[in-house]
Nanobody, 128 residues
Framework: QVQLVESGGGPVQAGGSLRPPCVVS????????MAWFRQAPAKEREGVAM????????YYPDSVKGRFTISQDSAKNTVYLQMDSLKPEDTSMYYC?????????????????????WGQGTQVTVSP
């Protein structure tokens, strides 16, 4: 069983940066890809980054491309979301998610039900 724990959210001013980690524990040998999603009140959950654990390929929507960077540190079993040039519209609860099993990464990757394990989330609040 795999567990995900996010941290590192918090308040930040517009233009600032945050780098929340997602620590992965449990049976981690068969995780082909991980993603970060976000959800603001009264809005649908949105995928903001995905990484293929094998070759490190990354994917982003246009809304965050060039500002957000997903990365992995295999030695620490941790996936990071580097968020730069933050905007008030980035205010959301941020969740990491893992796809489990000897399967490929989903395409399109932003489909929630294709991820089997989710963290509890970390709140990011960007003030003007």
């Amino acid at each position: 069983q795999v567990q995900l724990v996010e941290s590192g959210g918090g308040p930040v001013q517009a233009g600032g940066s945050l780098r929340p980690p997602c620590v992965v524990s449990g049976y981690t040998i068969n995780i082909p890809c991980m993603a970060w999603f976000r959800q603001a009140p009264a809005k649908e959950r949105e995928g903001v980054a995905m990484i293929r654990m094998g070759d490190g390929s990354t994917y982003y929507p246009d809304s965050v491309k060039g500002r957000f960077t997903i990365s992995q540190d295999s030695a620490k079993n941790t996936v990071y979301l580097q968020m730069d040039s933050l905007k008030p519209e980035d205010t959301s609860m941020y969740y990491c998610a893992a796809r489990i099993g000897w399967v490929g990464c989903p395409m399109p990757w932003q489909v929630e039900y294709r991820y089997h394990t989710w963290g509890q989330g970390t709140q990011v609040t960007v003030s003007p």
